[in-house]
């Protein structure tokens, strides 16, 4: 391969070139590319019938138009076992996350990092202010619920995410825990729950939060179709919400934003569940073995996962872009090294897992790069001045010159006001301009000086404006403020608020016992939503943090949510079963998702 694939690297931002791109610039045929470590996909599914079916069809496939999305969804419902008006289904979870930052995210959104670059990058596309919460590496990137939520309410966050696995280090929430998570910010504007990879966990029986995300108002689960099922190339995922919410984002899409491919594989999947189930069980195995033969390497540090992906941290003195090329170039494995990850550094690779055969490859490479003889360990190259794939310069980049206020703040940099009181990564105080850039050295890595050069000059001519202001209010209050109440009270607004009061207080009772008084007692005298009993216990709120507002009590429906009677299909909303069709044979439902063998 020639030096121009490596250099690929140098110009993707936050995410690897694809493969399309690597096989230009090798001038490799397909499928002579090299062992791929790098994109998390499923590689024993679908089954090598399934991709003979797909290519006999293939003139038919791309020659036609799909049906409508709604068509597509209704099928794909059929096989979790979700009501219709509850899900909708995108090109790519990508695309849905872009239209929940439209639509459902307002002008904050709290992330822990490192995590999917998209969670960071797309609201602060739009000028969004990004709370980033790090993870700490002394912890295993562990995930600190009560913590988190310590942070957003310090920030005044108004959406929430969480991955579940998250990635890249593949770290898992237990389902009670989130649940519980999930009633303590009843009082926020979103809580997203992105379950894009927990089909490759197997920590519980039933890990997902999908059933209890219908019930509430504010909670959206993102689930991607494309990891699972290991087709990256056609873009399909899914959210699943309750009507309100997954209505506004399903009114958004194009009616023909899936395509023929994502058609045609939801339409197979309900014959071939067994295998499916049986891809995941031998992925989960895959990953066992894959970290025992990772870890017995000196100085390697394998991270616990629940992703079909190892998060791991290379020896000191390894330089993860170093890795990576020679990896490449001399070995033909590709590996994504994380330095471009906010949180992360070049120290650490994201490894996808793979099957036995590859893994001996990639681990026999890795000896050879970094424990080669006459080679020693992969140290870093000589300074080039690009600093393509520094984490900290990432970090430096989106925590420090924008201090979480979105790119639209660094056109906005030279405003002392928004530099002054820039708030502290990690923390929901207010900090001078300096010291965001320690913060963040001292939780995510060293991060680069020069940027707290700019703040510095700038208060000086705060400071000289400062005392023009005060004569100027001293001038005008004196004749202004006298006319103006005088003009206030003499018209008629009196009788105006007269008038007002008399017809107000009319209305105002009857919403006040909707929400007032109907909250509690309406569930006991209706039989229907007895169904929503068992969700009780899921609803209590934790210790560490309880929430603002008392979870929903069982069998009624929260603002713009449903009964658990109402997400088992009935209530009004349609069956979940597609009509003229059987039920899926060994296909597991939305909460197991994979769980059947």
């Known amino acids: ?17 694809s493969m399309a791109a ?73 695309e849905l996350i872009t239209w929940i930052d439209h639509l459902l995210v307002r002008e904050s959104l709290a992330v822990p990092v490192p995590t999917f670059g998209r969670w960071t990058d797309q609201p ?71 379950e894009s990879f927990l089909e490759f966990a197997d920590a519980e029986a039933e890990p997902s939060v999908v059933q209890e995300a219908m019930l509430r108002p504010n909670v959206v689960v993102l689930r991607s179709l494309g990891k699972n099922f290991g087709l990256h190339g056609i873009r399909f995922g ?46 989960r195995r895959d990953r066992l073995e894959m970290s025992g033969q990772l870890a017995a390497l000196p100085g390697l540090t394998v991270y616990p996962s629940q992703g079909n992906f190892l998060f791991v941290r290379l020896p000191v003195g390894a330089e993860g872009t170093v890795v990576r090329d020679r990896m490449l170039t001399e070995h033909r494995v590709l590996v994504r090294e994380c330095g471009n990850k906010i949180g992360s550094s070049s120290r650490f690779l994201r490894l996808v897992v793979r099957p036995q055969p590859d893994v001996r490859r990639l681990v026999s490479g890795m000896e050879q790069v970094l424990y080669g003889a006459g080679r020693g360990a992969a140290v870093p190259e000589p300074a080039a001045g690009n600093g393509y794939s ?29 530099i002054g009181a820039a708030p502290a990564v990690g923390t929901g105080t207010p900090l001078p301009a300096a010291v965001p850039v320690a913060a963040a050295a001292a939780t995510v890595g060293p991060v680069p000086v020069p940027v707290a050069a700019p703040p510095l000059p700038q208060p000086a001519p705060y400071e000289n404006p400062a005392p023009v202001p005060q004569p100027a209010p001293y001038e005008s ?58 969700v009780a216990p899921m609803a209590s709120p934790m210790a560490a943090y309880p929430p603002p507002t008392g979870p929903t009590p069982p069998g009624v429906p929260a603002r713009g949510g449903l009964t658990a009677a109402q997400v088992r299909g009935t209530n009004g909303l349609e069956s979940v079963q597609t009509a003229g069709r059987p039920g899926p044979q060994n296909w597991p439902n939305a909460a197991g998702m994979g769980q059947v063998g």
């Open 390 to 418: 520094s984490g900290t310069a990432a970090v430096d980049r989106l925590m420090s010159e924008t201090n979480g206020k979105g790119m639209r703040a660094v056109t906005a940099q030279n405003a002392p006001a928004a």
């Open 1 to 17: 391969m020639s030096g121009n694939v490596t250099s690929l690297f140098r110009s993707t931002a936050a995410h690897s070139p």
């Open 238 to 283: 899914y959210l699943v919400a309750n009507p309100a919410l997954a209505g506004r984002v399903r009114s958004m899409l194009p009616k023909w934003n899936l395509n023929s491919f994502a058609e045609h594989v939801v339409f197979m999947l309900r014959d071939h569940g067994a295998e499916y189930a049986q891809s995941l069980h031998q992925v």
């Open 477 to 534: 209050p004196v004749p202004v403020p006298q006319p103006a109440p005088y003009q206030g009270p003499v018209p008629v607004p009196q009788p105006a608020p007269y008038q007002g009061p008399v017809p107000v207080p009319q209305p105002a009772p009857y919403p006040q016992p909707v929400p007032a008084a109907a909250a509690v007692p309406a569930p006991a005298p209706a039989p229907v939503p007895v169904a929503a009993v068992p």
């Open 124 to 194: 602060m596309e739009t000028g969004k202010r990004v709370d980033m919460f790090p993870l700490q590496e002394s912890s295993g990137f562990t995930l600190d619920l009560a913590r988190y939520a310590e942070f957003i309410r310090a920030r005044g966050t108004r959406a929430v995410v969480i991955c579940n696995p998250n990635n890249p280090d593949g770290g898992y929430q237990n389902k009670q825990a989130l649940v519980q998570f999930m009633d303590a910010m009843a009082d926020r504007d979103l809580v997203v729950i992105d």
């Open 22 to 94: 690597l096989a230009r610039e090798s001038g490799e045929t397909a499928g002579a590319g090299p062992v791929d470590f790098c994109i998390p996909c499923n590689p024993y599914f679908p089954t090598p019938a399934m991709f003979d079916e797909m290519a006999g069809r293939l003139r038919d496939i791309i020659t036609y138009y799909p049906s409508s999305a709604d068509t597509i969804t209704a099928e794909l419902c059929g096989l979790l076992q979700l009501p219709p008006q509850c899900v909708a289904m995108g090109n790519g979870s990508t």
